[in-house]
């Protein structure tokens, strides 16, 4: 049996192609979904084109001659977890804010009344 390497995860499940760069398998985002949808990528001895594919503990990824297992820990947050955390609620205030602004702008624009000459 080869060895492997066990990498624990704070968020169950976890996406593959995410799971790739914090494992260090490969050196970015865009590798690891190139990695993906060409079929270098295992998942439990299966080959998997999905890039989103959901990781969850136990499962056996093998990639670029790297075997990794899967364990969960949620006490154990990665910086790189914490600031993707940190971004998402900036982008959804963000999204809120524009939402409420554009009912603001068409109310506004359904009471003025037309001008005809």
Partial sequence: MSKHSIIDICVEPIELCNLLKIANMVDGGGEAKTMISEGNVLVNNEVVVQKRKKIRRGDIIKCNGKIIEIAFNPS???AEFISTVVLANKNSKKKKRAK???RIISSETATKPSIKS
């Fill in 76 to 78: 154990k947050k990665s």
């Fill in 100 to 102: 409420s602004k554009a």
